[in-house]
Structures are given as structure tokens and as C-alpha cells.
């Protein structure tokens, strides 16, 4: 959670959050109730969106499966709905995973979803 003070007033928001739909620890529907219930004013759920460039590679362990992009999409604009008003704003966000062979490809395909979704400006670069 970060706290900002200057140059006004504070404005806590929280934006690299994970549920059990990646490698976090409680629901999805939980942590978003939670951030608005400690007084978070914008709280963004991440969780892991990894496309491994080889098949022998496994990333469902902190990753979510990525046939339920969807899925995962469509419960967090449900919680959107019931829980954004004048003091919270619920952001819908992914951690994605770059991978040199195929980082053309993976962000040609989320550049065509037809909802908005925020993608943090955190970049992972493996090598291998």
C-alpha cells in the first residue's frame, strides 16, 4: 500500500495485489471487499497472466490458468459494479510476463480484448 502526502491531500491506493487466482493467498472477491473495507480509495487486483514460450514450461503454480482470462475478468467487473462509488474505485489490472520469443505475440493478443483492463507497468524479462 502507498501513501501519498504531498503536494495534497493523502490518497491510499494499493494497485500490485494478487488473489488465489494467481499465487495470493485469499479470493478475489475478498480482497477486493477487504481494500475497500481499510479505506483504500483505488485498489487494482494483478494476478499473474503468464504465456510460457515453451511448451514444457509450467507457470499455473503462481499463475492463472489462461483459459480463464474471461473468467477472471468478468468476476472482477461484477465486484466493479457493486463496490465502485464516490470513495473507491476498483481497477482491473493483470501482471503480465515478457518473454523475449514471445512478447510480440502475447501483447498483440491483449491488445485486442474488447473490455479495458489496466497492465501495470511492471515488466518481468526472462531469458532463457
Not at 35 to 64: C, Q, R, T
Amino acid at each position: 500500500m502507498m501513501k501519498l502526502t504531498y503536494p495534497g491531500p493523502s490518497f491510499l491506493v494499493s494497485y500490485h495485489n494478487h488473489s488465489n487466482w494467481s499465487d495470493g493467498a485469499a479470493s478475489l472477491e475478498t480482497v477486493c471487499r477487504e481494500a475497500k473495507k481499510i479505506g483504500l480509495k483505488e485498489f487494482g487486483l494483478s494476478d499473474h497472466y503468464v504465456v510460457p514460450p515453451k511448451e514444457n514450461m509450467n507457470s499455473e503454480e503462481w499463475s492463472m490458468r489462461l483459459d480463464r482470462l474471461d473468467e477472471y475478468i468478468a468476476a472482477l467487473q461484477t465486484m466493479k459494479k457493486e463496490l465502485d462509488d464516490d470513495s473507491f474505485t476498483l481497477r482491473i489490472g493483470l501482471e503480465v510476463d515478457f518473454f523475449f520469443e514471445n512478447a510480440d505475440s502475447v501483447l498483440k493478443n491483449l491488445m485486442q480484448l474488447k473490455w479495458q483492463i489496466l497492465l501495470l507497468e511492471h515488466l518481468n524479462i526472462h531469458m532463457l
